[in-house]
């Protein structure tokens, strides 16, 4: 049995704050040790007691900084790692002029691994442990990214994109062919070490109708896998997506009507939603996923995301990279803060952090396995440096509470805040721990 123990600060969240003074919704510990058996929490609690338990296991002393749940990341796409910063477009010339020619080269197995590895190395230098990602429509990008998330022992969601229409040839496949790939991925991925795949028709617009009762069957042939896809991101998208699906009463009911909302979706964007498609969210569970950075780097609108917590809908928090702008959740709950202050709604720092770990990880169906420092869940594990930079220690001098520390962290920090981060236990900075191969 491999044991470590970490000590620090520590800052784990039972559920979601409902404002900033609600302490009973975290535990948070000056002076805390964490312990961990072969990559699972084994217990926390203030140093001394911890440590009473397990006096002979080698300490990781990460004092003063923070320990908390690793980031997760609840949409984004492996294949735009050379796609971010692209400049001048609104979301149908961006995704034809930057992202469909990028994306064909992932038809090629060594680009796959290479961009693979790439991929996960900004994930874990950003502090993110596990999200869910879209693939190419090829099934090589598919393996590399599985392959490379079971070589680091990454809690992983993915999946092969559908795509049989609007897109050029080489990033298409047919009903027939995607399914089947999909059957394969499902088989050789699925629920094997942390992985899990993920249904991706990529949206209305490139899978005909043909495609979404293929994506219908998968869903219903496989509920345990999580299916994923883009909503109401952009106005020129959805009008396109209304003539392509005359008979749908609105953009959702594209996916309703096929069967495809159910509590393991993830709906990205779900910016410009007509009444009934709140209600219809509400009612099956689906997850829209707020995406700020890209929502505004594209142009595209708003989160509504009172509108929906009202309505009972839990939205997750993601980055959307390539349109979004940064590998880093901390970037993003910025982001996030500033689109609720142009609607006059708020998010407390302490609400910013939860929904990057515990309450992403709710969104998923994970939380029993990721999001919370718990004991049985997995090691995923960020250490957190809120004085990492000068400009971020200068404004740190005048910190006076937790609350303000973490909002130094959410609108100054990035991966340079990131001090460590621990996969499965395993430490992915510090030279002694590194799993062989990491390229950094
Ligand atoms: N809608 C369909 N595909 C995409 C994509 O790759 N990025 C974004 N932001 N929206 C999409
Ligand atoms: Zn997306």
């Given at each position: 049995m491999t044991q470590k123990l970490l000590r620090g600060r520590l800052l784990t969240f039972h559920r979601a704050p409902q404002d900033g003074s609600d302490t009973q919704a975290y535990t948070y510990l000056e002076d805390a040790g964490l312990l961990i058996s072969d990559g699972i929490i084994q217990g926390s609690g203030p140093f001394d007691s911890i440590l009473a338990k397990a006096p002979d296991v080698p300490i990781t002393d990460h004092r003063p900084h923070l320990m908390m749940a690793g980031f997760i990341d609840t949409h984004i796409h492996f294949p735009q790692v050379q796609v971010?910063?692209?400049?001048?477009?609104?979301l149908l010339d961006w995704l034809n002029n930057y992202t469909f020619p990028e994306e064909t080269r992932f038809a090629c197995e060594d680009h796959s691994h290479r961009m693979a590895q790439a991929f996960f190395d900004q994930l874990v230098a950003h502090g993110t442990t596990s999200a869910a990602a879209y693939c190419s429509v090829h099934k090589t990008s598919a393996d590399a990214f599985f392959s490379e998330a079971t070589r680091r022992n990454m809690r992983m969601l993915g999946g092969k994109v559908l795509m049989d229409r609007n897109a050029p040839a080489d990033l298409l496949d047919t009903p027939q062919k995607g399914y089947d790939e999909t059957k394969a991925l499902i088989s050789e991925w699925h629920s094997k070490g942390r992985n899990g795949y993920v249904i991706t028709p990529r949206f209305g617009i490139t899978s005909s109708p043909e495609q979404m009762e293929t994506a219908m069957a998968l869903g219903a042939e496989h509920p345990d896998c999580h299916i994923q896809t883009h909503l109401s991101e952009n106005k020129d998208e959805i009008a396109f997506t209304r003539e392509l699906y005359?008979?749908?009463?609105?953009?959702l009911d594209v996916y309703q009507s096929y069967g495809l909302l159910r509590d393991n979706t993830l709906l990205g964007h779900?910016?410009?939603?007509?009444p009934r498609e709140v209600d219809a969210l509400a009612e099956t569970g689906a997850h829209p996923v707020f995406c700020p950075t890209s929502n505004l780097f594209l142009g595209s609108g708003l989160f509504d995301h009172r509108n929906l917590t009202a309505r009972g809908v839990q939205s997750g928090i993601a980055t959307d990279v390539g349109a979004g702008t940064s590998y880093s959740m901390l970037q993003t709950l910025k982001e996030g803060y500033k689109v609720l202050q142009l609607q006059g709604q708020s998010m407390h720092p302490l609400q910013a952090f939860d929904w990057a770990t515990r309450g992403n990880a709710n969104v998923l169906g994970l939380e029993d396995k990721i999001g919370t420092l718990a004991s049985g869940t997995e090691a995923d594990v960020v250490i957190l440096n809120s004085s990492a930079t000068s400009a971020m220690a200068l404004r740190m001098e005048r910190a006076e509470s937790l609350a303000e520390e973490l909002f130094v962290l959410q609108i100054m920090g990035d991966d340079r805040a990131v001090e460590e981060v621990y996969v499965s236990g395993v430490a992915q900075k510090a030279c002694q721990d590194r799993p062989a191969g990491v390229v950094r």
């Open positions: 971010i910063a692209s400049w001048g477009s609104q005359p008979q749908a009463r609105d953009y779900a910016i410009h939603l007509e």
